[in-house]
């Protein structure tokens, strides 16, 4: 029986198969090689992204070794499909073991957990042409093709069928043109082909490469497809690999930005592990890392060595050196830092100054107020046009439960002061240095809560014993 032609066309309905069994010996790591992190998302996470853009309608991720942890990282992911692949006997065989998950009829894109930046402009071509009834594949040139699958072609260029590297002729490996593993086809022949594979190599495993020599007998046209960036299809099998990859990803942004309009400092010293939205005229300076979805607005500034997260920057805000910056919101024209650190939950009027080695957490400071050096704010609520005096400590925890602070607008508090919480400083009021307040303070009143000095006569420091 001859197989699927040209006239003969299938289903358009995409499935996609993500081969994810591999457990990465060379990665030296206890976690299952397609979780490692690239740019902050596990290596599937990526893939599985590229997914989305595609619009399948079935999704079947092959798992092995930590299959419970891969599930897990991505049980988020309701409309994914997980088959086991155990024992593991190649690509070919885990392809089989997601076909009691796929339709009956439709086009299957094959993609592979640790090939990350695999891009939807590059497979939707495979896609479109497995829907006309052919065999598509994505190849690459490479200067250097040692351990790929070579692409046989026969003298009139027609792709006749893939080598692997250790069972290739010396002629073979010379040849250049590379399978990438990344194919696409209609699901009816896949099913047949994948019936029909051996295992007589050198491995002792099936291939799925072997599909392109029956697709040939069948006369189903094999259409290749050749990838213009090698990075885009380059697999991860150990960490330099790893750390070559996330160069690569990191390098992209930073055109990207630079493209945006973004001044940055050095784009070979930023990293950013999430999505960074930046306005007009924003300026980024060296070794800044960029977590979760950070929004810059314009004319933003960032000093070298501040690591934000999940974080909103108004207009005009300066943040200087060696911040950490955690699920905060921040107005316009605020200062902070350097050394300053704001943790979930805070949020920031415009003008706001946070100086060094202050630490806001769970609190709001109004509009002009100040902690500019040397203070906790946690679980305050802090009004507009307040100081807050070097070394003031807001003691919001009373070993069991967290408490409240308010601080009325225009209060100002003296220089290592603690307030402890639940407790209101009233408006206007103001807290002497070095006083620790544990009731109500009421407005427009100084209040000071300090121990009487004393001083002794008589008294000597103690000396060393000889």
């Known amino acids: 029986m001859r197989g699927m032609t040209i006239a003969q066309a299938p289903s358009s309905a995409l499935s996609v ?117 052919a065999l598509a594949l994505l190849t690459v040139e490479l200067d250097d093709p040692t351990g790929y699958g070579r692409i046989l072609r026969n003298a009139d260029g027609a792709v006749q069928g893939i080598v692997e590297h250790k069972d290739a002729t010396p002629a073979q490996r010379a040849v250049r043109e ?26 002792g495993e099936y291939y799925l490469t072997d599909v392109v020599a029956l697709a040939v007998a069948d006369g189903v046209p094999v259409r290749a497809s050749t990838v213009a960036d090698a990075d885009d299809v380059l697999g991860v099998n150990d960490r330099s690999q790893l750390a070559h990859l996330e160069r690569v990803v990191q390098l992209r942004t930073a055109r990207r ?11 070979s010293r930023i990293d950013v592990r999430g999505a960074l939205h930046c306005g007009r005229d924003v300026f980024i300076d060296v070794g800044c890392v960029f977590e979760g979805e950070v929004h810059l607005a314009d004319g933003a500034r960032v000093g070298p060595y501040a690591v934000l997260r999940d974080v909103r920057v108004g207009a005009g805000t300066v943040v200087h050196p060696f911040c950490h910056l955690d699920g905060a919101s921040i107005g316009a024209g605020a200062i902070i830092g350097p050394f300053a650190r704001l943790r979930p939950a805070t949020a920031l009027a415009d003008g706001v100054h946070i100086g060094n080695f202050v630490e806001v957490k769970n609190g709001t400071l109004g509009p002009g107020s100040k902690a ?79 121990a009487k000095a004393v001083t002794l006569d008589g008294w000597s420091r103690p000396v060393k014993k000889k």
């Open 17 to 133: 198969v993500v081969l994810a069994a591999g457990k990465g010996t060379r990665m030296r790591s206890d976690a299952p090689k397609v979780l490692q992190p690239l740019a902050g998302k596990p290596l599937l996470g990526h893939v599985l992204d590229t997914v989305h853009h595609l619009s399948a309608e079935r999704v079947v991720v092959v798992t092995g070794f930590g299959a419970q942890r891969v599930q897990e990282a991505f049980a988020h992911q309701a409309h994914l499909r997980f088959a086991l692949q155990e024992p593991q006997l190649g690509t070919g065989h885990a392809v089989q073991q997601a076909l009691p998950d796929l339709p009956g009829d439709g086009v299957c894109l094959v993609l592979y957990g640790d090939v990350p930046l695999a891009s939807a402009s590059s497979l939707a071509p495979l896609v479109a042409q497995a829907q006309t009834g």
């Open 257 to 267: 930005l630079l493209d945006a309009g973004v001044t940055l400092a050095d784009p």
């Open 178 to 203: 590379c399978n990438t593993g990344i194919l696409c086809a209609p699901l009816p022949a896949m099913r047949r082909w994948l019936g029909q594979l051996r295992n007589d190599n050198a491995q």
């Open 372 to 450: 500019n050096h040397l203070s906790y704010v946690g679980d305050a609520t802090v009004g507009a046009r307040v100081n807050i005096g070097a070394g003031t400590i807001v003691a919001n925890y009373d070993g069991a439960n967290k408490h409240r602070t308010v601080i009325e607008d225009d209060a100002h508090t003296g220089s290592n002061s603690v307030l402890v919480a639940p407790i209101t400083i009233g408006a206007g009021a103001t807290v002497g240095a070095g006083s620790t307040v544990s009731k109500n303070v009421p407005a427009g009143k100084l209040t000071v809560a300090r």
